[in-house]
Nanobody
């Protein structure tokens, strides 16, 4: 059983930065690929970023590329999403996801991930 808990969301102004955290309760964190997705009101869930078990390579959606950095600390069983230069368009519930390393499926597809957190809300005002 894998449990994921996101934290770090909140209300910020455009241009501000936030760091989201995803704490994983899992026996072998390094056995999992990790990702962040987000879902804005009235929109479908979309891919944000993903990272391999080793921390590299990383993958980013075009909409956030250059403004966000995903990382992981396997010793702490935690994945991170550093977000800079936030825009109102970034407002969404951000979800952490995990999949077993070696699993098939595209990293940018939500259906590729077996485990999900409950989400943390990020609100960016103009």
């Amino acid at each position: 059983q894998v449990q994921l808990v996101e934290s770090g969301g909140g209300l910020v102004q455009a241009g501000d930065s936030l760091r989201l955290s995803c704490a994983a309760s899992v026996r072998s964190f390094s056995s999992y690929g990790m990702a962040w997705f987000r879902q804005a009101p009235g929109k479908e869930r979309e891919f944000v970023a993903a990272v391999s078990w080793s921390g590299r390579p990383t993958y980013y959606a075009d909409s956030v590329k250059g403004r966000v950095t995903m990382s992981r600390d396997n010793d702490k069983n935690t994945a991170y999403l550093q977000m800079n230069s936030l825009k109102p368009q970034d407002t969404a519930v951000y979800y952490c996801a995990a999949t077993r390393t070696g699993s098939s499926g595209r990293y940018s597809y939500a259906t590729s991930y077996e485990y999900w957190g409950q989400g943390t809300l990020v609100t960016v005002s103009s």
